[in-house]
Nanobody, 124 residues
Framework: VQLQASGGGLVQAGGSLSLSCTAS????????IGWFRQAPGKEREGVSC??????KTYYADSVKGRFAISRNKNTLYLQMNRLKPEDTAVYYC????????????????????WGKGTQVTVSS
């Protein structure tokens, strides 16, 4: 079981990046899957999650209207537009769930798979 994220890089504020996460060893069709990020000195934050059952999506308030999550077959994507310096972080894909209180958590029915992160740096 492996998740491999890619697509990070350095971009100026206002620019765009697209992240990808490819799964191997299991099918994304059966899992909630999403993106987390962690900036230096800060706690890990759930960015976006897409549910497997109904395609429902969650976005952190800080990225609503700027980021878009999608998936196609066994690849997960995160389109990031109008990037801000505060979006700078290491981004990880992982299994996730959307709670009944509309929060995002790691793991899907107790199954937790993390990918290696990809660095996103937004310069001002």
């Amino acid at each position: 079981v492996q998740l491999q994220a890619s697509g990070g890089g350095l971009v100026q504020a206002g620019g765009s990046l697209s992240l990808s996460c490819t799964a191997s060893g299991f099918s994304l069709d059966y899992y909630g899957i999403g993106w987390f990020r962690q900036a230096p000195g800060k706690e890990r934050e759930g960015v976006s999650c897409v549910s497997s059952s109904d395609g429902k999506t969650y976005y952190a308030d800080s990225v609503k209207g700027r980021f878009a999550i999608s998936r196609n077959k066994n690849t997960l994507y995160l389109q990031m537009n109008r990037l801000k310096p505060e979006d700078t972080a290491v981004y990880y894909c992982a299994t996730c769930h959307i709670s009944t209180t509309q929060t995002m958590g790691v793991g899907y029915y107790g199954l937790i798979h993390w990918g290696k992160g990809t660095q996103v740096t937004v310069s001002s």
